[in-house]
Nanobody
C-alpha cells in the first residue's frame, strides 16, 4: 500500500471546483512538508503546491496561483488541495507527496526529488 493516499478526484466542467485530500497510510506526517504534483499524459510530473510542516509557508505554481489553495490539518493528519476555477489544462493525475521537515523551511518546495513518500495519484478531468 502506498504511504499516502489521495482522494477527491473526479470529472468537472470548466470553472468547477474539486477538493483533493491526502492522508498517510500507517504513519503520521505531522513533521513532514507536503506537496501536490500533477502529471498530464505525455508530460513530466510538475509541481502544483506545497506547504511546510507547520503550515506557515506555502508555494504555488504560477499556473494555479489564485485558483488553488493548499492547507493542512495536523490534528486530522490530512492535507487538502482546494481547486477552484478549473480549466481543461488542469486535467492530470494529481499526486500527494511527503518530504522532510526542511522543505519549505530552508529549502524550496518545487524539486520533486526531495519528496520521499508518494501516493498512487487521483485523476482530475476538466472538460470544456
Amino acid at each position: 500500500q502506498a504511504p499516502v493516499i489521495e482522494s477527491g478526484g473526479g470529472s468537472v466542467q470548466t470553472g468547477g471546483s474539486l477538493r483533493l485530500s491526502c492522508a498517510p497510510s500507517g504513519r503520521t506526517f505531522v513533521s513532514y512538508a507536503m506537496g501536490w504534483f500533477r502529471q498530464a499524459p505525455g508530460k513530466e510530473r510538475e509541481f502544483v503546491a506545497g506547504i511546510n510542516w507547520i503550515g506557515g509557508s506555502t508555494d504555488y505554481a504560477d499556473s494555479v496561483k489564485g485558483r488553488f489553495t493548499i492547507s493542512r490539518d495536523n490534528a486530522k493528519n490530512t492535507v487538502y488541495l482546494q481547486m477552484n476555477s478549473l480549466k481543461p489544462e488542469d486535467t492530470a493525475v494529481y499526486y500527494c507527496a511527503a518530504g522532510p521537515l526542511q522543505v519549505g523551511v530552508i529549502r524550496g518546495f518545487r524539486d520533486k526529488e526531495q519528496f520521499d513518500y508518494w501516493g498512487q495519484g487521483t485523476q482530475v478531468t476538466v472538460s470544456s
